[in-house]
């Protein structure tokens, strides 16, 4: 080993012995970033310390004081945190996969997506029943569960099995449900704003009335789900699948819709005001002239009739917002080039 490697071997060495003998002189203490891995901090004093980031996988921290620590993103995977104390501690971001939290008190703690993947709780666990609900669908599943009402907000749902879940009126606004299996699953009046889909899978879902502004559903597959009446206004919903999708009445304003098939969806009445549909495939759909009129930019897309978007027709169909069919106007040369396009007689 060369004389920077035994240096660093020290430092580790006399971190670890600090760590163990002077638990008490930790609290308040700057660990930020830290590489704590596997370390003995058993009874350590980390009341208010800053250990946002810090990598205390493996970490022995039985019986710990954590109370209004800052966990903020630290990786705590594996570790023993049996009767610690985490009263009021941000854990927002924070990876507790497969630790050891039995007898661990979390009154009042954040645990904003927390990756809780195989983590342990039992009875003496304190916990939020929210948080420990969120535990028991990350873990065991809801397929055909019961979650009216249940508030999600926030909670990290990546790769949850909630087939057929019956999720009306659900609070998931900013939850994490990427790659989430939501197929059949009933969302009406769910509130899903500024929640993260991205990649799952809701075909023949229920949407009717949710609330998705400014979600991110990018690559979802939304085939042949009812979004009826839905809030998606600012919503991206880029390289989606939304083939058959009926999105009658719904909100798609400032919407971001690149590459999204579209084909046979029924879009009559939808708000597509300043929606940005460019690449996408429309052939088949369900949409009247007046509200491609409102769209900022059909550039490469399919339309209805399987044609591909003509930049000519769709700025004479904005600025005059036409209803229904195009009509007759005193503009000689536009007349004249929907003459030659067959477009009026």
């Known amino acids: 080993m060369n004389r920077g490697g035994r240096a660093i071997s020290v430092v580790l060495v006399v971190l670890s012995l600090l760590l163990t003998a002077c638990g008490r ?6 660990l930020r970033w830290k590489n704590l891995m596997g370390q003995n901090l058993r009874g350590a004093n980390l ?16 019986q710990a004081n954590l109370q209004q620590a800052s966990l903020l993103a630290a990786n705590l995977a594996e570790a023993n945190l049996h009767r610690a104390k985490l009263v009021k501690a941000d854990l927002t971001g924070a990876t507790l996969s497969f630790a050891d939290l039995s007898g661990a ?18 009875q003496d666990t304190r916990l939020s029943e929210k948080w420990r609900l969120a535990w028991q669908v990350i873990n065991q599943g809801a397929v055909q569960g019961d979650l009216r009402w249940a508030d999600l907000s926030k909670v990290s749902l990546e790769m949850a099995i909630l087939t057929a879940a019956d999720l009306r009126g659900a609070n998931l606004q900013e ?11 009933d969302l009406r009046g769910a509130d899903l704003s500024e929640a993260w889909l991205l990649r799952a899978d809701l075909r023949n879902a229920r949407l009717g009335n949710a609330v998705l502004h400014a979600a991110n559903l990018n690559g979802v597959n939304l085939w042949m789900a009812d979004l009826s009446e ?15 999708a009926i999105l009658v009445g719904a909100d798609l304003s400032q919407a971001r ?7 046979g ?4 009445g939808a708000d597509l005001t300043d929606a940005v549909i460019v690449y996408a495939n429309l052939n088949g759909a369900r949409v009247s002239n007046q509200q491609l009129g409102l769209v900022a930019n059909l550039h490469g897309t399919i339309m209805p009739d399987g044609r591909l978007y003509d930049p000519v027709l769709h700025s004479i169909i904005r ?12 503009d000689a040369a536009a007349r004249g080039w929907l003459e030659q396009h067959s477009l009026i007689h």
């Not at 009341?47 to 039985?62: E, Q």
């Open 257 to 263: 819709l690149w590459w999204a098939d579209l084909s």
């Open 47 to 62: 009341i208010k310390a800053n250990l946002t980031f810090a990598n205390l996988a493996g970490a022995d921290l039985r």
């Open 319 to 330: 600025t005059h917002s036409l209803p229904g069919r195009l009509e007759f106007w005193q």
């Open 25 to 30: 002189y930790l609290r308040g203490a700057d």
């Open 175 to 185: 939850a994490w449900l990427a790659d989430a299996d939501l197929i059949a699953a």
């Open 265 to 268: 969806a029924d879009l009559s």
């Open 230 to 244: 839905a809030d998606l206004s600012e919503a991206y919903l880029i390289e989606s699948q939304m083939q058959d």
């Open 105 to 122: 008190d979390l009154t009042d703690a954040d645990l904003s997506y927390t990756s809780l993947v195989g983590t342990r709780f039992d």
